[in-house]
């Protein structure tokens, strides 16, 4: 029987952080700018699907986990 030596959650975050690294020089919030300027989303979509903390999380994000 197979069992998986890490969970898809752990998987998730390593190849996020990988990506991140990757694409965005491990910015997240180069990230969320980016992904947002180029989507074409309206304000409102903007407004509800983006809370005020978004941006204090991506910081928080790439300083402490992309280093």
Not at 10 to 32: D, I
């Amino acid at each position: 029987m197979y069992y998986p030596a890490v969970s898809e959650k752990e998987c998730v975050k390593a190849e996020s952080k990988s990506f991140v690294n990757r694409v965005f020089g491990g910015a997240a919030k180069l990230m969320v700018t980016n992904f947002l300027e180029e989507g074409d989303w309206s304000e409102k979509e903007i407004e509800s699907e983006c809370p005020p903390s978004a941006c204090a999380v991506a910081d928080r994000v790439s300083q402490a986990a992309f280093a």
